[in-house]
């Protein structure tokens, strides 16, 4: 049994987690609302994602080098603190530009609240039996948030307001704070200096890349402008790692990368998320423009796929240990691999949701919950102490990183596919379908990716013990 203490801080972490995985899909279900208050375009709206889920996943590095240097539990009240006045302000946006720029600097805040709670979770539960069960639950709200942010953002733009899903924020966040004084241990600053030309060059790189992207959906790959931000954000990246090779305190120590299980669990989740992530943004944009479902409705028709992900919650323990995270995650791959490969034939054909795509999205909540946990657990597998903070960051890197560029490259997938921007909803379903095929994919390369790292090397136990 898990010491009381224990038990408090978890459920500060897990509410500190689905707080910022929310807010990366909260919106989904509201854009429509969104676009007419604010008189934005198709175009735009995507960055109402972006630019939280960019600033998110760019500065989370820095984030968690922030808190082993001045101690995790402050940067924890300085984030959380940070998002709830973020969240107040984008709630209130009078314009689009500072609907954009509140939405970053929350990702900004997360970035700094969710390496710090994930490293306490980290160094807390080291018990096999405890850590195994801290890891289910907080796979399972990471998880599962998607998919609740859709529900709740379509209960408040249909009966409410899309304001209220920021301002909701508030109250949470103060009573966080509240939770996090009383609970929360202090953690010691140490001495160290802050890697930021690694952190500027990352920021640029991923934002390049996703500005590329959507720049070749709406201008074609030939644009000038497409190609320089491609370009230069491969160039940013390039010099990121050739930084974080030189400096000697790197936000990524490159050294946690000289695991292969570690390396597996980092690519793995960030190729997932590509996919995954994709199908909470085209699944109820088909639901509501091809089968005229309202916001609730398209939010409410992710519920047996939010169902079986917490389920997966409760049997995950025994499955691990009975089969060992290896093939765990490979089987819960393939039944996500299979289920978003049907999805793309049923959402071309514009069948109705019922029975087909319910019980579709059932088995890939299933799937999907089979597959958050071992990656998180493959991440931070035999990571020294004064790289926790950098390990946590990095798995949450790879989950917003991959959610961010896999949208990009599949929204460009979805405007080369549709015929016009006043597409009927026979067109509409066909470029879906092309984007969901397209989610297919990048999970077919997560599974590859996990399959090689995983893959035994001739003549090592370690290697073997690995897949067990």
């Given at each position: 049994?898990?010491?009381?203490?224990?038990?408090?801080?978890?459920?500060?972490?897990?509410?500190?987690?689905?707080?910022?995985?929310?807010?990366?899909?909260?919106?989904?279900?509201?854009?429509?609302?969104?676009?007419?208050?604010?008189?934005?375009?198709?175009?735009?709206?995507?960055?109402?994602?972006?630019?939280?889920?960019?600033?998110?996943?760019?500065?989370l590095?820095?984030?968690?080098?922030?808190?082993?240097?001045?101690?995790?539990?402050?940067?924890?009240?300085?984030?959380?603190?940070?998002?709830?006045?973020?969240?107040?302000?984008?709630?209130?946006?009078?314009?689009?530009a500072?609907?954009?720029?509140?939405?970053?600097?929350?990702?900004?805040?997360a970035?700094?609240?969710?390496?710090?709670?994930?490293?306490?979770?980290?160094?807390?539960?080291?018990?096999?039996?405890?850590?195994?069960?801290?890891?289910?639950?907080?796979?399972?709200?990471?998880?599962?948030?998607?998919?609740?942010?859709?529900?709740?953002?379509?209960?408040?733009?249909?009966?409410?307001?899309?304001?209220?899903?920021?301002?909701?924020?508030?109250?949470?966040?103060?009573?966080?704070?509240?939770?996090?004084?009383?609970?929360?241990?202090?953690?010691?600053?140490?001495?160290?200096?802050?890697?930021?030309?690694?952190?500027?060059t990352?920021?640029?790189?991923?934002?390049?890349?996703?500005?590329?992207?959507?720049?070749?959906?709406?201008?074609?790959?030939?644009?000038?402008?497409?190609?320089?931000?491609?370009?230069?954000?491969?160039?940013?990246?390039?010099?990121?790692?050739?930084?974080?090779?030189?400096?000697?305190?790197?936000?990524?120590?490159?050294?946690?990368?000289?695991?292969r299980?570690?390396?597996g669990?980092?690519?793995?989740?960030?190729?997932?998320?590509?996919?995954?992530?994709?199908?909470?943004?085209?699944?109820?944009?088909?639901?509501q423009?091809?089968?005229?479902?309202?916001?609730?409705?398209?939010?409410?028709?992710?519920?047996?796929?939010?169902?079986?992900?917490?389920?997966?919650?409760?049997?995950?323990?025994?499955?691990?240990?009975?089969?060992?995270?290896?093939?765990?995650?490979?089987?819960?791959?393939?039944?996500?691999?299979?289920?978003?490969?049907w999805?793309?034939?049923?959402?071309?054909?514009?069948?109705?949701?019922?029975?087909?795509?319910?019980?579709?999205?059932?088995?890939?909540?299933?799937?999907?919950?089979?597959?958050?946990?071992?990656?998180?657990?493959?991440?931070?597998?035999?990571?020294?102490?004064?790289?926790?903070?950098?390990?946590?960051?990095?798995?949450?890197?790879?989950?917003?990183?991959?959610?961010?560029?896999?949208?990009?490259?599949?929204?460009?997938v979805?405007n080369?596919?549709?015929?016009?921007?006043?597409?009927?909803?026979?067109?509409?379903?066909?470029?879906?379908?092309?984007?969901?095929?397209?989610?297919?994919?990048?999970?077919?390369?997560?599974?590859?990716?996990?399959?090689?790292?995983?893959?035994?090397?001739?003549?090592?136990?370690?290697?073997?013990?690995?897949?067990?």
């Open positions: 049994m898990m010491h009381t203490s224990k038990w408090n801080l978890l459920a500060i972490i897990i509410v500190c987690q689905l707080l910022v995985v929310l807010d990366a899909s909260i919106m989904v279900t509201s854009m429509p609302q969104i676009g007419r208050s604010l008189h934005m375009s198709t175009t735009a709206l995507t960055w109402v994602q972006n630019s939280y889920i960019l600033a998110f996943g760019g500065f590095l820095l984030g968690a080098r922030a808190g082993d240097l001045l101690g995790r539990r402050s940067i924890l009240l300085a984030g959380i603190g940070l998002f709830a006045l973020a969240s107040m302000l984008a709630g209130l946006a009078p314009t689009a500072f609907l954009l720029v509140s939405r970053a600097v929350q990702g900004f805040a970035a700094f609240t969710t390496p710090a709670a994930l490293a306490f979770l980290s160094v807390s539960f080291t018990e096999i039996k405890e850590r195994s069960k801290a890891l289910a639950i907080y796979s399972a709200v990471s998880a599962a948030g998607g998919s609740i942010g859709l529900l709740l953002g379509g209960i408040f733009t249909d009966f409410i307001s899309w304001r209220l899903g920021m301002f909701i924020n508030v109250p949470i966040g103060l009573t966080l704070l509240f939770m996090v004084g009383r609970h929360v241990p202090r953690t010691a600053a140490r001495a160290g200096s802050f890697d930021l030309w690694g952190a500027v990352s920021v640029i790189g991923m934002t390049s890349l996703i500005y590329g992207f959507v720049q070749a959906s709406d201008n074609g790959w030939s644009n000038a402008i497409t190609l320089a931000a491609l370009a230069g954000g491969a160039l940013s990246i390039a010099v990121f790692v050739n930084i974080e090779a030189r400096v000697p305190e790197p936000i990524i120590p490159l050294r946690l990368f000289a695991s299980q570690r390396t669990g980092y690519l793995g989740r960030f190729l997932f998320l590509c996919g995954n992530f994709s199908l909470f943004f085209f699944i109820p944009q088909f639901l423009n091809v089968l005229d479902f309202s916001s609730l409705e398209a939010g409410l028709a992710f519920l047996p796929f939010t169902a079986a992900q917490f389920g997966m919650m409760y049997v995950m323990p025994g499955l691990l240990r009975r089969f060992g995270n290896g093939k765990v995650l490979i089987a819960g791959l393939i039944i996500a691999i299979i289920c978003t490969s999805m793309s034939q049923i959402v071309a054909t514009g069948l109705s949701f019922f029975p087909q795509m319910f019980l579709l999205l059932t088995v890939m909540g299933i799937g999907a919950g089979m597959v958050f946990q071992p990656f998180t657990a493959m991440g931070l597998t035999d990571v020294e102490p004064r790289d926790t903070g950098a390990a946590s960051g990095l798995v949450n890197v790879a989950h917003q990183n991959g959610s961010s560029l896999g949208l990009a490259v599949l929204i460009a979805f080369m596919a549709i015929a016009d921007d006043q597409a009927d909803k026979q067109q509409f379903a066909h470029a879906a379908s092309h984007s969901i095929a397209g989610s297919a994919v990048f999970l077919i390369a997560s599974l590859i990716a996990v399959l090689i790292c995983l893959a035994p090397k001739a003549g090592s136990a370690r290697a073997r013990s690995e897949m067990q």
